[in-house]
């Protein structure tokens, strides 16, 4: 039988535990901490912090896992794609790949110069005298998930912005990154030897007070997006950044009808949009995804029409009791998940306004 690894337990790891579990396989999930619903979904669980690369890899050699993988982690990829190629196990990408779109100032360098890139700074320390244009992004160079981002208007926040992004930063290194106008997209790639085969684009609403922070995303009408450009610049990207098979993750901004990629990454995203691709289209990004890494099948795209559905997350302040009964509800969905249980303590991710549950519902 089968023995594949996850890294990480929580709801975006369940995913893929539960998608596993229906193609018989026997799942495996390690975590720092069991705190979340991933350990209970896997067939084992087992206490490890997935950044101790040789209790990991000795996890694997007694457990003869075959595949090691993640989704929806930025902090995941590197490790899976080291472990993987120190062990010959399958893999999508290199290690120094992930680690390059893991570290922004790194993924920035690399891709200076190609269309769609933005003007950026490198700073590690937030007394720095430079001259700027605001407004601008502050944000770590090695984080995810919006933790330790601050949008700054003007020279009055920037400090606190710099030091704030530097204590979420594991190498406390900050990035300014040149602010740009217009609408916020993500895109959901998946790569075959260097083609982009398949590229959904779904309009990402963030929240009103607490800008950066995801609301929604909604699959719409591809014709309102610059698709040819989009598709053009995302390639571009992955073809600099060695992304040449599997998935691949962008958050971009459209500003004058010209894309723009604010984070790119070799992984499926962290808010569950295969699932809403699944209703959209068909297609099921998550399935093909562990088909071709485990069976190295090749994957096909053939869907007829896509449907407007959007994911809305239901987010709460953190370190406080869980109260679903006070949130906003949705009657009809396709699908509803809660992170929590009722009454249980929200811990803080990006520390501002936290994910707590979902809908998945037409438009």
């Not at 922004?104 to 890139?117: D, P, V």
């Not at 959007?310 to 953190?318: D, R, S």
Request: charged letters at 25%.
């Amino acid at each position: 039988m089968t023995k594949v690894l996850i890294l990480g337990v929580a709801p975006v790891q369940e995913d893929a535990i539960t998608k596993l579990k229906k193609l018989n396989i026997e799942t495996h999930a390690i975590a720092m901490e069991n705190d979340g619903p991933g350990a209970k979904s896997a067939d084992y669980f087992k206490k490890i912090n997935i950044i101790e690369q040789d209790k990991v890899e000795k996890y694997i050699i007694d457990n003869e896992i075959d595949v090691v993988y993640s989704i929806g982690s930025d902090i995941a990829m590197p490790e899976v794609s080291k472990i993987s190629h120190n062990l010959d196990l399958p893999h999508f990408v290199s290690y120094s790949t992930a680690y390059n779109c893991n570290h922004k100032e790194q993924m920035r360098k690399i891709t200076k110069g190609l269309i769609g890139s933005v003007d950026f700074k490198e700073i590690n320390d937030e007394n720095e005298k430079f001259q700027l244009n605001y407004p601008l992004f502050v944000k770590p160079t090695d984080s995810q998930g919006q933790r330790g981002i601050s949008f700054v208007e003007n020279e009055s926040t920037l400090k606190s912005a710099i030091k704030k992004a530097i204590s979420y930063s594991r190498e406390k290194k900050a990035i300014i990154e040149k602010y740009v106008d217009g609408y916020e997209i993500s895109v959901n790639g998946y790569m075959v030897d260097n083609v982009l085969e398949f590229c959904i684009i779904s309009e990402r609403v963030t929240w009103n007070e607490y800008p950066g922070l995801i609301h929604k995303h909604r699959i719409i009408d591809q014709t309102q997006f610059p698709q040819k450009k989009i598709k053009k610049v995302l390639n571009e990207f992955a073809t600099k950044l060695s992304i040449n098979n599997g998935p691949i993750y962008a958050q971009m901004k459209v500003e004058n009808g010209e894309p723009y990629i604010i984070e790119i990454t070799p992984r499926l995203d962290g808010c569950h949009m295969h699932k809403v691709i699944k209703y959209s289209t068909g297609i099921d990004l998550l399935r093909i995804t562990l088909n071709h890494l485990i069976y190295k099948k090749i994957p096909k795209f053939e869907y007829n029409n896509i449907k407007n559905v959007t994911l809305e997350f239901i987010c709460e302040h953190p370190n406080q009791k869980i109260d679903y009964s006070k949130l906003p509800k949705i009657n009809e969905y396709l699908e509803k998940y809660y992170y929590y249980n009722q009454n249980d303590l929200i811990r803080p991710v990006n520390g501002v306004y936290d994910k707590v549950g979902y809908y998945i519902y037409n438009e």
